[in-house]
């Protein structure tokens, strides 16, 4: 019963970035951006993290700094998208790029240091109640965040006006320019909302799941975002769902490593990276439900004529 | 509070199109300055030691090649398929299988030697190369998967096998345990240009001729115009009967070849064997090298160059100053930031607008617009 409660919190773990990242980038890609600099933020968030967390002491502000980390790097993709209209996915790749090469530089003097792991959250009486209370109530403060931040999402999306402006936007920038809706502006923030979405993920990397600097620690964990948002037709619980498959797959060959199953480590450590490609596979092959949900105007750049 | 306002050009400017790869570069130049103040370090010292000194002699200018031949090699075949709005950044992957496939030989069979060796063994590089890259055409072709993420993942993929080959089956019995293959046979080693000046290899001869031939492609060619149109207009291509799916194969069939021809010639020439890394991210700065290049196969010979100095310069500052070489990372991704800002020059004039200026200025226009109607 244990090992069972074990794994699923480890699956929770290795879910809880995948799902950050993936609903920040599903807010952007609504917003009809496509930001391929997910890797590249969420890497910053987490050296942005770790540095924080390690000069004060205090992981609760490296949490903070990750954060905005991953937003002020995301800036970077606003101001070169958004106001010079440059080719999107360009710029992303990038992103990506330049904060690989960023965080190794700043990251230099962090490696081999013992971090500090944000604590569990306690809850005296209910963490003790056998099986769900480790579950539910005793796990690290961004596994909540990631859930709170999913209900906030969806209800953001689909419950409000600003949210269905939002979409709007997605669908077809020219119309809701002429509608008088300030299409640029609602993009900057949906961009820089991503970019915090993703230094979140990038802390969590570093201050729970490894509470350690280590170069390249996101091991593409940004583009399986990218390919959850996909995954999920740009839904927020179906991204969730996706985030707790991919962990489980994550976990589960590092479980197979870890009991000697005789298959090479290296076959076992492709795996998360082989799912990723055959779920994209399986979900596109539903060409209508892809075309239906993906939103219209994503990727193209836009300039308000006057 | 300034806004930044972009007005379209009647046409693209022919200026900014050969200016913007210099502006490009003089704003990295400053950028990296502020960069190497901020490190405390003398930002003229600095560049002295990482774009000067690595270029001063020789032996040196040889390296320059070493490190310029990928790059070129799969900038050439990346920019065939940005050109066709089709976007492959798995060309690490891709570099890794040409090494791999194109390893075949030399690793497995290496009492095999003759003057047939090497052209088999680039041969089965490019086979190699060109069958990775098919991998993400099929599935963009036949499903309609999102070949950015597929071929991305299929680098990782390549990454892990290649550690399993030279740590498995493919390691050298007599390496003392060292995860590597057996060193190639002479007549597996890709000769070099120059034995007596430095160790510039046929590669950069390899890479060059691709230049010229996609270049001659590109603009001489039907195939090149298909290219050209399918990017950037798909539906105008259609009309004129030019096949989509096809052109996706063509073009990571393309880039995949040269991407796998650039890593079996690493393999064979730089490096002499196979190791668990063969690849500085060839693959992803090449990338950079296509943009920088204006997508233009002789552009991105002189930003491949470009490009392989920054690999010797954070090699250099490294060593002298103690400066992690990541700083060339840092550079290659200013570089593309900064060109693909200087690309927007192009098409668009920028203007600089300070908001509470142009209010009353547009209220004006707008009482001075009924007016001209009038007055004509």
């Given at each position: 019963?244990?090992?069972?409660?074990?794994?699923?919190?480890?699956?929770?773990?290795?879910?809880?970035?995948?799902?950050?990242?993936?609903?920040g980038e599903l807010v952007v890609e609504?917003?009809?951006?496509?930001?391929?600099?997910?890797?590249g933020m969420m890497i910053m968030g987490a050296v942005g993290g770790f540095g924080a967390s390690y000069l004060t002491g205090s992981p609760w502000i490296g949490l903070l700094a990750a954060i905005a980390m991953g937003a002020v790097f995301s800036l970077l993709f606003a101001v070169m998208t958004l106001s010079l209209a440059t080719n999107q996915v360009a710029t992303g790749l990038s992103l990506t790029l330049?904060?690989?090469?960023?965080?190794?530089?700043?990251?230099?003097?962090?490696?081999?240091?013992?971090?500090?792991?944000?604590?569990?959250?306690?809850?005296?009486?209910?963490?003790?109640?056998?099986?769900?209370?480790?579950?539910?109530?005793?796990?690290?403060?961004?596994?909540?965040?990631?859930?709170?931040?999913?209900?906030?999402?969806?209800?953001?999306?689909?419950?409000?006006?600003?949210?269905?402006?939002?979409?709007?936007?997605?669908?077809?920038?020219?119309?809701?320019?002429a509608l008088g809706i300030k299409v640029i502006r609602y993009r900057y923030l949906a961009v820089i909302f991503g970019g915090a979405c993703a230094g979140l993920a990038g802390g969590h990397l570093s201050l729970v799941y490894t509470p350690q600097w280590v170069e390249n620690m996101s091991a593409g964990r940004g583009w399986i975002a990218l390919a959850l948002v996909v995954f999920a037709s740009w839904r927020p619980w179906r991204v969730l769902a996706g985030a707790y498959i991919f962990g489980a797959v994550w976990i589960g060959q590092l479980h197979a490593q870890a009991f000697g199953i005789p298959v090479p480590s290296q076959f076992l450590s492709s795996l998360p990276y082989l799912a990723t490609v055959v779920v994209l596979v399986l979900i596109s092959r539903n060409k209508r439900l892809t075309m239906m949900n993906t939103p219209a105007s994503l990727g193209q750049p836009f300039v308000p004529d006057r | 509070?300034?806004?930044?306002?972009?007005?379209?050009?009647?046409?693209?400017?022919?200026?900014?199109?050969?200016?913007?790869?210099?502006?490009?570069?003089?704003?990295?130049?400053?950028?990296?300055?502020?960069?190497?103040?901020?490190?405390?370090?003398?930002?003229?010292?600095?560049?002295?030691i990482y774009f000067i000194e690595p270029i001063s002699q020789v032996w040196q200018l040889h390296e320059l090649a070493i490190k310029a031949a990928p790059l070129i090699l799969i900038a050439v075949g990346l920019s065939v398929c940005y050109k066709a709005n089709i976007w492959n950044i798995g060309a690490e992957g891709q570099f890794i299988l040409g090494g791999i496939v194109g390893s075949i030989i030399p690793v497995l069979f290496p009492q095999f030697e003759g003057p047939l060796v090497l052209p088999l063994m680039l041969l089965l590089g490019m086979v190699g190369g060109a069958a990775y890259a098919a991998i993400p055409a099929l599935l963009k072709t036949r499903f309609g998967t999102n070949e950015i993420l597929t071929s991305l993942m299929l680098v990782y993929v390549a990454q892990l096998f290649l550690d399993w080959l030279v740590r498995g089956p493919w390691r050298d019995p007599q390496g003392h345990g060292f995860p590597q293959t057996i060193q190639f046979g002479d007549s597996a080693v890709l000769p070099e240009l120059m034995p007596d000046a430095g160790r510039a290899n046929w590669g950069f001869v390899f890479a060059l001729v691709a230049a010229v031939l996609v270049w001659i492609l590109m603009s001489r060619m039907l195939k090149g115009f298909e290219v050209r149109v399918l990017g950037s207009s798909p539906?105008?291509?259609?009309?004129?009967?030019?096949g989509l799916?096809?052109?996706?194969?063509?073009?990571?069939?393309?880039?995949?070849?040269?991407?796998?021809?650039?890593?079996?010639?690493?393999?064979?020439?730089?490096?002499?064997?196979?190791?668990?890394?063969?690849s500085?991210?060839?693959?992803?700065?090449?990338?950079?090298?296509?943009?920088?290049?204006?997508?233009?196969?002789?552009?991105?010979?002189?930003?491949?160059?470009?490009?392989?100095?920054?690999?010797?310069?954070?090699?250099?500052?490294?060593?002298?100053?103690?400066?992690?070489?990541?700083?060339?990372?840092?550079?290659?991704?200013?570089?593309?930031?900064?060109?693909?800002?200087?690309?927007?020059?192009?098409?668009?004039?920028?203007?600089?607008?300070?908001?509470?200026?142009?209010?009353?200025?547009?209220?004006?226009?707008?009482?001075?617009?009924?007016?001209?109607?009038?007055?004509?």
């Open positions: 019963m244990d090992i069972t409660v074990n794994i699923l919190l480890t699956i929770a773990t290795a879910a809880t970035p995948l799902l950050i990242a993936a609903i609504r917003s009809g951006v496509l930001n391929l600099g997910v890797e330049l904060g690989l090469g960023l965080s190794g530089m700043m990251g230099t003097s962090f490696v081999g240091q013992p971090g500090e792991r944000l604590p569990n959250i306690d809850i005296p009486g209910l963490t003790s109640i056998p099986v769900i209370g480790r579950l539910l109530f005793g796990q690290d403060p961004i596994f909540y965040i990631s859930i709170a931040l999913t209900a906030a999402v969806m209800w953001f999306l689909f419950k409000t006006r600003t949210g269905l402006t939002l979409r709007s936007i997605g669908d077809s920038h020219t119309s809701a320019h | 509070m300034m806004r930044l306002e972009l007005v379209k050009r009647p046409q693209r400017s022919a200026l900014f199109s050969a200016l913007s790869p210099f502006i490009a570069f003089a704003l990295t130049i400053i950028a990296g300055a502020i960069m190497f103040a901020l490190l405390g370090v003398n930002p003229l010292t600095a560049f002295n539906r105008a291509g259609r009309f004129a009967g030019f799916n096809r052109m996706v194969f063509f073009a990571f069939l393309l880039s995949g070849a040269l991407a796998g021809l650039a890593g079996i010639s690493e393999v064979s020439g730089a490096i002499g064997q196979l190791q668990p890394v063969i500085p991210g060839y693959g992803f700065t090449a990338i950079i090298v296509a943009f920088l290049g204006r997508l233009n196969p002789i552009g991105i010979v002189a930003a491949g160059l470009v490009l392989a100095l920054t690999y010797l310069g954070g090699e250099a500052v490294q060593s002298a100053l103690g400066i992690s070489d990541k700083v060339a990372r840092v550079f290659q991704g200013m570089l593309l930031f900064f060109v693909l800002g200087c690309d927007t020059l192009i098409h668009y004039r920028i203007r600089l607008i300070g908001l509470a200026l142009t209010k009353p200025q547009d209220a004006a226009k707008l009482e001075a617009a009924p007016k001209l109607k009038e007055a004509r």
